[in-house]
């Protein structure tokens, strides 16, 4: 099996599903940066698989986001 690791800004992740409906909402209130350090601040420097990064989009950030975007309306 190989195994790949690569560094990316979050803006760069192929997101799907659930993932990719709250990574498109980050971007349409241009906020990827704060959603980024709010992962990192999750996970810490521990390395993510796609899958893992793709749950935590779908199911960690729902609060970050509204929360963000109620302060940006």
């Known amino acids: 099996m190989l195994n790949v690791q690569r560094e990316m800004h979050l803006s760069e992740f192929k997101a799907w599903s659930g993932g990719k409906d709250r990574l498109d909402e980050a971007i349409k209130y241009d906020m990827v940066d704060e959603l980024q350090d709010y992962i990192i601040q999750l996970w810490g420097?521990?390395?993510?698989?796609d899958t893992q990064l793709n749950d935590t989009l779908w199911f960690e950030c729902d609060d970050?986001?509204?929360?963000?975007?109620?302060?940006?309306?």
Do not use: R, S, W
């Open 45 to 49: 420097t521990d390395e993510l698989t």
């Open 64 to 73: 970050f986001l509204a929360e963000v975007i109620e302060d940006y309306e």
